[in-house]
């Protein structure tokens, strides 16, 4: 790895798992949650995961400015601005949607860590989805280093399952929410033989999810049929919508558990996690859920 890499993970603890002691759960329920969320103060969850050995090859190959894209309140970008600012390279974002007149909190932080915003249309945008190799078009353009959407490279693999090994208990069941897949795909990777993967899919229509994660697979050179699934009808209406039933769930769960959760990935991965339980699916198993973060995005709800 390089130095400044290794420097800069040094400063990241991978957070404890902890049992939920519920009393909104049938008993005898076997939860816990790894705290992802509390991996570093200002990076939470599984961005820094996917980040590291995409910025230790941008590093390795001599890039001094990494470009990347999102939504306006998109965490990926927010760690790599953050990221880029510790390792002293110049980040550059591309937004979806206008440049606000005020900027939100996310931005104000992006920008405050030098990363330089471009906004772009929705057309724009989804043209630049299908850019997905690091030397690119946008790359070539924005003269750096292109990662694709929420890190959604096969060198994201790799931290992820380092994320996954870093849960000290046994369990059969790991539970986490999708948006690209990465985080599934890397963490399946990370599964043997007896364990099962279910991920929840925050977008609606993310029928396309199965296929993404094989192909993320099979660069790895794993097994493609290690068992998971993916959960298509926790979404909410689709991608960062919400509603009622969902909040008062969080808040609730929050209430009881004193663990934060956000509206967008893991509210509903816990609101769809306890739905199952509730209705007796996932009976006598040890069950991880994965808490990936995102808190930073609650400030401008
Ligand atoms: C990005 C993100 C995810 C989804 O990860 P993917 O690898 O894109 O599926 C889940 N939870 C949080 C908090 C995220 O920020």
Same mark, same amino acid.
């Given at each position: 790895? *390089?130095?400044? @890499?290794? &420097?800069?993970? $040094?400063?990241?603890?991978?957070?404890? &798992?902890?049992?939920i002691d519920?009393?909104?759960?049938?008993h005898?329920?076997d939860?816990w949650?790894?705290? +992802?969320?509390?991996?570093?103060?200002?990076?939470?969850?599984?961005?820094?995961?996917?980040?590291? =050995?995409?910025?230790? *090859?941008?590093?390795?190959?001599?890039?001094?400015? !990494? !470009?990347?894209?999102?939504?306006?309140?998109?965490?990926?970008?927010?760690?790599?601005a953050?990221? %880029?600012?510790?390792?002293?390279?110049?980040?550059?974002?591309?937004?979806?949607?206008? /440049?606000? +007149?005020?900027?939100?909190?996310?931005?104000?932080?992006?920008?405050n860590?030098g990363?330089?915003? *471009?906004?772009?249309?929705?057309? &724009?945008? /989804?043209k630049?989805?299908e850019?997905?190799?690091w030397?690119?078009?946008?790359g070539?353009? =924005?003269?750096g =280093?292109?990662?694709?959407e #929420?890190?959604?490279?096969?060198l994201?693999?790799a931290?992820?399952?380092?994320?996954?090994?870093?849960?000290?208990?046994e369990f059969?069941? @790991?539970?986490?929410?999708?948006?690209?897949?990465?985080?599934?795909?890397g963490?399946?990777?990370?599964?043997? $033989?007896?364990?099962?993967?279910?991920?929840?899919?925050?977008?609606?229509?993310?029928?396309?999810?199965?296929?993404e994660? +094989?192909?993320?697979?099979?660069? &790895? #050179?794993?097994?493609? $049929?290690?068992?998971?699934? !993916?959960?298509?009808?926790?979404?909410?209406?689709g991608?960062?919508?919400?509603?009622?039933?969902?909040?008062r769930?969080?808040?609730?769960?929050e209430?009881?558990?004193?663990i934060?959760l956000?509206?967008?990935?893991?509210?509903?991965l816990?609101?769809?996690?306890?739905h199952?339980?509730?209705?007796?699916?996932?009976?006598?198993?040890?069950?991880?859920?994965? *808490?990936t973060? %995102?808190?930073?995005?609650? /400030?401008?709800?």
């Open positions: 790895m *390089h130095p400044n @890499i290794v &420097t800069l993970n $040094s400063k990241f603890r991978p957070g404890p &798992t902890i049992r519920d009393p909104a759960l049938p005898g329920t939860l949650i790894k705290r +992802e969320d509390l991996l570093h103060p200002v990076i939470s969850g599984n961005k820094w995961r996917k980040l590291k =050995y995409i910025l230790d *090859h941008a590093l390795k190959l001599g890039y001094r400015n !990494i !470009i990347s894209m999102g939504g306006a309140y998109s965490n990926h970008l927010h760690a790599l953050f990221a %880029g600012r510790e390792l002293g390279l110049a980040t550059t974002g591309i937004i979806r949607g206008e /440049r606000p +007149e005020q900027p939100n909190t996310t931005m104000k932080d992006l920008q860590w990363m330089t915003l *471009h906004f772009v249309s929705r057309t &724009t945008f /989804r630049l989805r850019c997905k190799q030397d690119s078009e946008p070539q353009k =924005y003269r =280093y292109w990662i694709p #929420g890190g959604s490279s096969p994201a693999l931290g992820i399952t380092e994320m996954v090994n870093d849960i000290p208990i059969q069941t @790991i539970a986490l929410a999708c948006g690209t897949g990465v985080t599934l795909a963490t399946i990777s990370a599964l043997v $033989s007896d364990q099962f993967a279910l991920g929840f899919a925050v977008l609606k229509g993310a029928g396309f999810l199965e296929k994660v +094989e192909n993320l697979l099979r660069t &790895t #050179g794993k097994s493609v $049929s290690q068992p998971a699934e !993916i959960l298509l009808d926790y979404h909410f209406g991608f960062a919508k919400r509603n009622q039933k969902l909040i769930f969080m808040t609730d769960f209430r009881r558990n004193n934060p956000d509206p967008v990935y893991t509210g509903k816990m609101y769809g996690l306890y199952l339980i509730n209705n007796q699916k996932l009976k006598n198993q040890r069950i991880v859920a994965i *808490h973060g %995102g808190l930073q995005a609650n /400030r401008s709800y």
